[in-house]
Nanobody
């Protein structure tokens, strides 16, 4: 019954921002590390950011460091990724994941284009 539902993606211009959200259910969200991944066309899925169960930052992908911010709201079973100063190379489907659980949602598309 694990579900991860990503939302918040869209088409934005370079330099724009989005706030991606992932609502989780089917497990005790507050006890789990959460991560954001992305996959661009023709490329492998890559880890973008991850956060501990208590809200501490584990890591950011080097290419997004300083532009993206991961956060969580345990009261809402939600992990967010604020994506700022977007570049065309950020275009990808973004997924959230609980590494210890291993289930994936459908992802949310971020397209950065003029």
């Amino acid at each position: 019954q694990v579900q991860l539902v990503e939302s918040g993606g869209g088409l934005v211009q370079p330099g724009g921002s989005l706030r991606l959200s992932c609502v989780a259910s089917g497990f005790t969200f507050r006890n789990y590390e959460m991560s954001w991944y992305r996959q661009a066309p023709g490329k492998e899925r890559e880890l973008v950011a991850d956060i501990t169960s208590s809200g501490g930052i584990i890591s950011y992908l080097d290419s997004v460091s300083g532009r993206f911010t991961i956060s969580r709201d345990d009261a809402k079973n939600t992990v967010c990724l604020q994506v700022d100063s977007l570049k065309p190379e950020d275009t990808a489907v973004y997924y959230c994941n609980a590494p210890a659980i291993g289930y994936w949602g459908q992802g949310t598309q971020v397209t950065v284009s003029s």
